[in-house]
C-alpha cells in the first residue's frame, strides 16, 4: 500500500518491487506525525497499479492537528469526502448500465523495436464516491469538501451551478480554496473563473 504525501520509512511505503508473497505479510507503520491535510493511498503491485486503482483499490486518508482544529472548519456532515474518476462501463443492448467495468482506449501497436506504451485511460463517466450523477442536498451555510482526483489520467475542472446548469459569478465567488494535496494554504484563494 502507498500512502501519497505520508512522511513514512522506506520501508513502509509500499514501493511497487515491495511485493508480499501469498501467505506471508508485513506491517506498516505510519506515525501521522505531520500537519493536517488530505492524503490518499492505493496498491502500488508492480505494472498493475493503473489496474489495481482503476477497480477501486483506493481511499483517502485525512490527518488532522491542532492548527486546523483551531480554525473551526465545518466538520462532521459539513465536510465531504470527494473522490473523483472517470470509468467506463459496459452496457446492455437497452443502453442500461450492467455494473460491469470495462478498459479500453485505442492502441496502436508500436513499428518494430520501439516501446510499448500503454496510452492513458479516460472514460466516458465520471463518478464521485463510486456513484454516477450523484447528488447531494445542501443547508445555505460553508461546507468543506475535500476533493481526491482519483482518475488514472483525467484532470477536472469543477464549478457550481443551479439546478437548472446555469452558472455566474455569485456562484463562483463562494467558492474558497483552503488546502491543497501538502495541507493548508496561509490564506484562503479565490478559485478562477471557469473557461
Same mark, same amino acid.
Given at each position: 500500500?502507498? &500512502?501519497?504525501? /505520508? ?27 505531520q ?23 483506493a481511499?483517502?486518508? &485525512?490527518i ?9 472548519l ?20 437497452a ?10 482506449? /485505442? ?9 510499448r506504451?500503454? @496510452?492513458?485511460?479516460s472514460?466516458?463517466f ?22 481526491l ?13 443551479? /439546478? ?27 478559485? @478562477?473563473? /471557469?473557461?
Amino acid at each position: 500500500m502507498h &500512502l501519497h504525501g /505520508a512522511r513514512t520509512g522506506g520501508g513502509n511505503d509500499g514501493w511497487a518491487e515491495n511485493a508480499v508473497l501469498t501467505g506471508n505479510s508485513q506491517l506498516s507503520e505510519y506515525p501521522n506525525d505531520q500537519q493536517a491535510m488530505g492524503l490518499w493511498y492505493h496498491d502500488h503491485g508492480m505494472d498493475i497499479t493503473r489496474w489495481n486503482v482503476m477497480t477501486g483499490l483506493a481511499g483517502m486518508y &485525512l490527518i488532522r492537528d491542532d492548527e486546523e482544529d483551531a480554525l473551526h472548519l465545518p466538520h462532521g456532515k459539513y465536510e465531504v469526502p470527494l473522490m473523483l474518476c472517470d470509468r467506463n462501463l459496459e452496457t446492455d443492448g437497452a443502453g442500461q448500465l450492467t455494473g460491469q467495468l470495462l478498459y479500453k482506449v /485505442a492502441y496502436n501497436p508500436p513499428p518494430p523495436g520501439a516501446e510499448r506504451v500503454m @496510452p492513458p485511460f479516460s472514460g466516458p463517466f465520471t463518478l464521485v464516491n463510486g456513484v454516477i450523477w450523484p447528488h447531494l442536498d445542501v443547508e445555505p451555510r460553508w461546507y468543506r469538501f475535500r476533493m481526491l482526483n482519483a482518475a488514472n489520467a483525467r484532470f477536472f475542472q469543477l464549478q457550481l451551478q443551479h /439546478a437548472d446548469g446555469t452558472t455566474d459569478q455569485q456562484l463562483q465567488d463562494a467558492v474558497r480554496q483552503i488546502g491543497s494535496d501538502g495541507g493548508l494554504l496561509p490564506a484562503p484563494v479565490a478559485l @478562477p473563473a /471557469a473557461s
